[in-house]
Nanobody
Framework: QVRLVESGGGSVQAGGSLRLSCTASGYAVSPYCMAWFRHSPGKEREGVAT?????????ADSVKGRFTISKNNAKNTLTLYLQMNSLKPEDTAMYYC???????????????WGQGTQVTVSS
């Protein structure tokens, strides 16, 4: 059973930066896809960014040029990152890490989810 644990959320002023981390454990083979999603009250869940085993990435238009997804696989520990720069109040949301061995995409139904980490951006 894959376990995902996010960290790095917090409160920041507009224009600031945060880096989210997600540590994955409980797998024998690295997931094909890892991704960041976000959800805020009154809005639908949004796929923010994805990254595959081969390093291919996708981004939501709303974060292109500001957010960067990356991963580090060392000593059987996979860590997913989301570097968020030039943050805006509309980036305020709960951010979730997700993974799948079978599918990938910002609109895909991934199989494993973390508990989330809150990001709050004030104006």
């Amino acid at each position: 059973q894959v376990r995902l644990v996010e960290s790095g959320g917090g409160s920041v002023q507009a224009g600031g930066s945060l880096r989210l981390s997600c540590t994955a454990s409980g797998y024998a083979v690295s997931p094909y896809c890892m991704a960041w999603f976000r959800h805020s009250p009154g809005k639908e869940r949004e796929g923010v960014a994805t990254i595959t085993t081969y390093g291919g990435t996708t981004y939501a238009d709303s974060v292109k040029g500001r957010f960067t997804i990356s991963k580090n696989n060392a000593k059987n520990t996979l860590t997913l990152y989301l570097q968020m720069n030039s943050l805006k109040p509309e980036d305020t949301a709960m951010y979730y890490c997700a993974a799948s061995f079978l599918r990938c995409g910002r609109n895909a139904q991934l199989d494993y989810w973390g508990q989330g980490t809150q990001v709050t951006v004030s104006s």
